[in-house]
């Protein structure tokens, strides 16, 4: 990948989803829930209250704890927003 997105807004839509617009002005809507299911850093997130307090440093959601996911990532695995029907 050449480009490297850049995340410039987020916006919780509910459960353990994020929408996210990238500086090359795509939205697309992130389903974190896999991330719940790891250990580590990443359990912190299964609280939905905790989820909720995700913002945005060095490019990318990030969560108080430090725990974060590149954004290539997020660009990769997000869906369009136009393609998602229902949120």
């Known amino acids: 990948m050449d480009y ?9 839509i509910k459960d353990y989803v994020i929408k996210i617009k990238f500086d090359d002005e ?6 974190f829930e896999p ?3 790891r250990e580590g ?13 995700f913002f945005i440093d060095l490019n990318t959601v990030c ?9 290539e990532r997020l ?3 997000g869906k369009e927003a136009l393609e998602v029907q229902t949120v």
């Not at 490297?4 to 919780?12: F, L, M, Q, R, S």
């Not at 795509?26 to 389903?31: A, F, G, M, P, Q």
């Not at 969560?63 to 954004?71: E, K, M, Q, R, V």
């Open 4 to 12: 490297i997105p850049h995340v410039i807004e987020a916006e919780y």
């Open 26 to 31: 795509s939205v697309k809507i992130v389903d």
């Open 35 to 37: 991330y719940t299911k």
């Open 41 to 53: 850093i990443f359990s912190e997130l299964r609280d939905k209250k905790y989820f909720k307090k």
């Open 63 to 71: 969560w108080p704890n430090g725990a974060d996911i590149a954004p």
């Open 75 to 77: 660009y990769e695995i």
